[in-house]
C-alpha cells in the first residue's frame, strides 16, 4: 500500500527529530530520517537514514535526490537539525563555533526552502523553533539568533510564496528532554522536562492543516497540542484561555444606580474620577477608569511588560491574568502559596525573591479562590523588598467583603503600586463593565493614554457613580455574603469538614467532606496537593 505523504526530517537521529521521524511512521508515511551518521539512529531506523550534512548546499541536495529516488516525490519536509551555542561565554566563541551554529540552525533551513522552491514539488515546509526566540537564556546567543531569523524567514516566505508553491510554517517547542538540553539545565530540571513525544504529534498536525491556515505562521506547541482548532484559526495564540468560574452569582444593583440616558456627546469619566477620589481621598489624577477589572488588568499588563519579560503571580490566583501573560509572550513565574493551619497565606518573600528579574507582579486580595487577604503589614513589606523598577499590581476586586481589620492596599502611597478595583461584584453592576484602578499620577496618566478611549459609557459611568454613594445597598450585600458564608463553614465544620478561612464570598474546603455531601464546586480545579475544592458561600442553596 502507498504510503499517505513523503516526509524528510533533518536531525532525525536523536531527540525531538527521531520523535518525528516515528509519529509520521505511525500516521503511515514513509519517511527519510537524515543525520551525519546513520550509526546515530536506532537500529531498526539505520536503513531508512540518509546520511548528508543538511546545513550545506550540497548536503540538501544530496537528500532531497536520495528521498526521490526513493520514494518517487517530496511531500514534508521538516526542518529539525539544530545545535546550541558552545558552552563557554559569548565572548570566548569563536568564528567557526559561531558559524557551525548559524549554518546547522538557520541557513539549512534557507537552503531547504530554496531547493524545495527551485524543485516545484509544492511541498510543506516545517521549521522547528525555540521559545528562545522571544525568552532567550543565558549562553544562547547564537541559538537564539538563529530561532528569531527562521520565524522572519517563515513570515517572509508567505510574502513572497504562495501556499500551493511551498506551505512554510513553523513550531516553537519549549524545552525538551534531549541532548540538547541535557548539558544546559540542572540535572533537577531536566528530570521534569517533558520528553518529545508530544511535540512530535504536534509537528504532525501542521503537516495536517489547511495550507492556507499554516502558511506564514509560527505556532506554539503547547497551545497547538492543547487546542489544535482555535491554535490554527485564531488570529492570534488564544488557545490557553483557561476554563474557570468567576464565583459570581448574580448581584442585585442597587435601584438608585439604574439609570437611562440617552445623550449626543461622548461620556467622560471626570465625574467618577473625582467622586472615587474623594471617597479614597486619593488625588482624582490617581484614578483610572476602565470597562471592568479584566480590562485595566489586561492594560496593565500589556503596557507594562514586553515579550519574554518575567510576570510574578501568586499560585493560585485569578487564573486569566496569567493566561493573558503567556498569551502575549510573557514569562509567567507562579509562587504557591503556602497553606497554613487556618488559611491559606500569599509567600511574599519567594516573590519578593522571584522578583529581581521581573518586570511586574501580580497578587489577588482577597485572593480568588482561597479568600485569604495580603497580611496588614505585608503589603509595605513587599514594597521595600521588590526592585525599584518592578510595579505590584494588587487586584482587590473582592475588597468590600473582607473585614474591617484587613489590610486594603488603596491606602498606601507608593509609584509602583497599581491598585484595581471594580463595581461588578459587591455593588451588583457586573454587566455595565466599569472598574478604576488607584495608580501613581505618572503611571495613571500613562495607563490612561494606554485605554480604549470612551470604552465606558454613559450609563455605566452614571450608575457606578451612583452605586458608590449607596451605603446601604452595599451593607445589606456585604452582610448577605457574610451570613451566607458563615453558615456554609458552619455546615461543612459540623460534619468534620476543614475549611479555611476567607474573606471572599467563596472559600476552600476540604475535597473528600464536599464530595460526600454532594455539594457543588466553582470549578473541578483542587489545591494543596488535591486536598480541598472551592465553593461559593451559596453552596447550600
Do not use: Q
Amino acid at each position: 500500500m502507498e504510503a499517505a505523504r513523503v516526509v524528510v526530517v533533518t536531525g532525525s537521529t536523536r531527540g525531538l527529530g527521531l520523535a518525528a521521524a516515528r509519529a509520521f511512521l505511525e500516521a503511515g508515511d514513509a519517511v527519510v530520517l537524515n543525520g551525519r551518521s546513520a550509526a546515530d539512529a536506532p537500529e531498526a531506523l539505520r536503513a531508512l537514514v540518509v546520511e548528508a550534512d543538511a546545513s550545506t548546499e550540497a548536503g540538501v541536495d544530496a537528500l532531497l535526490d536520495a528521498a526521490r529516488a526513493r520514494h518517487g516525490r517530496v511531500d514534508v519536509v521538516i526542518a529539525n537539525a539544530g545545535i546550541a551555542d558552545p558552552t563557554s561565554p559569548f565572548h570566548e566563541a569563536t568564528a567557526a563555533e559561531l558559524g557551525a551554529v548559524l549554518a546547522t540552525n538557520l541557513l539549512g533551513p534557507l537552503l531547504l526552502a530554496r531547493a524545495l522552491l527551485a524543485r516545484g514539488v509544492g511541498a510543506r515546509l516545517v521549521v522547528v523553533g525555540s521559545r528562545a526566540a522571544a525568552t532567550p537564556e543565558a549562553r544562547s546567543v547564537a541559538y537564539a539568533a538563529t530561532k528569531a531569523g527562521l520565524e522572519g524567514m517563515i513570515r517572509a516566505l508567505a510574502e513572497e510564496v504562495r501556499a500551493d508553491r511551498l506551505a512554510a510554517c513553523g513550531l516553537r517547542p519549549a524545552s525538551l528532554r534531549t541532548e540538547l538540553t541535557r548539558a544546559r539545565v540542572d540535572p533537577a530540571a531536566f528530570a521534569v522536562l517533558p520528553e518529545p513525544d508530544a511535540t512530535a504529534r504536534a509537528l504532525v498536525a501542521l503537516t495536517e492543516a489547511p495550507a492556507a491556515a499554516v502558511h506564514g505562521r509560527v505556532f506554539d506547541a503547547e497551545r497547538l497540542r492543547a487546542a489544535p482548532f482555535s491554535e490554527l484559526v485564531a488570529a492570534g495564540p488564544r488557545a490557553t484561555w483557561p476554563e474557570f468560574a468567576p464565583a459570581e452569582r448574580e448581584w442585585v444593583p442597587p435601584a438608585s444606580s439604574r439609570v437611562s440616558a440617552v445623550a449626543p456627546t461622548y461620556p467622560d469619566d471626570a465625574r467618577l474620577r473625582a467622586a472615587i477620589a474623594a471617597r479614597l481621598d486619593r488625588d482624582e489624577a490617581e484614578i483610572v477608569v476602565g470597562a471592568g477589572a479584566t480590562e485595566l488588568l489586561f492594560r496593565v499588563l500589556d503596557t507594562l511588560t514586553g515579550v519574554g519579560e518575567r510576570v510574578v503571580v501568586s499560585d493560585p490566583s485569578w487564573a486569566p491574568f496569567a493566561a493573558r501573560a503567556r498569551m502575549r509572550e510573557r514569562r509567567v513565574v507562579p509562587i504557591p502559596m503556602r497553606l497554613g493551619p487556618a488559611a491559606a497565606r500569599h509567600d511574599l518573600d519567594a516573590i519578593a525573591a522571584a522578583a529581581g528579574r521581573a518586570r511586574l507582579v501580580y497578587v489577588d486580595s482577597p485572593n480568588h479562590p482561597t479568600g485569604a487577604m495580603l497580611d496588614p503589614g505585608g503589603l509595605s513589606a513587599l514594597l521595600d523588598a521588590l526592585p525599584p523598577h518592578v510595579p505590584l499590581v494588587v487586584d482587590e476586586a473582592w475588597i468590600e467583603f473582607a473585614s474591617d481589620a484587613a489590610a486594603r492596599a488603596v491606602t498606601v502611597r507608593d509609584e509602583r503600586l497599581i491598585v484595581v478595583r471594580t463595581f461588578s461584584k459587591a455593588h451588583g453592576l457586573a454587566s455595565l463593565r466599569v472598574a478604576y484602578a488607584v495608580v501613581g499620577a505618572r503611571a495613571a496618566s500613562l495607563l490612561r493614554r494606554a485605554g480604549h478611549p470612551y470604552a465606558v459609557g454613559g450609563d455605566a459611568l452614571a450608575s457606578a457613580e451612583r452605586a458608590l454613594g449607596d451605603d446601604a445597598h452595599l451593607a445589606h450585600t456585604i452582610e448577605s455574603a457574610r451570613a451566607a458564608r458563615h453558615r456554609l463553614v458552619t455546615h461543612l465544620e459540623g460534619r468534620g469538614a476543614r475549611t479555611l478561612r476567607s474573606e471572599a464570598p467563596f472559600l476552600l474546603a476540604e475535597a473528600a467532606a464536599v464530595e460526600a455531601l454532594g455539594l457543588r464546586t466553582l470549578s473541578e480545579r483542587r489545591y494543596f496537593e488535591d486536598r480541598f475544592v472551592a465553593l461559593d458561600v451559596d453552596a447550600l442553596g
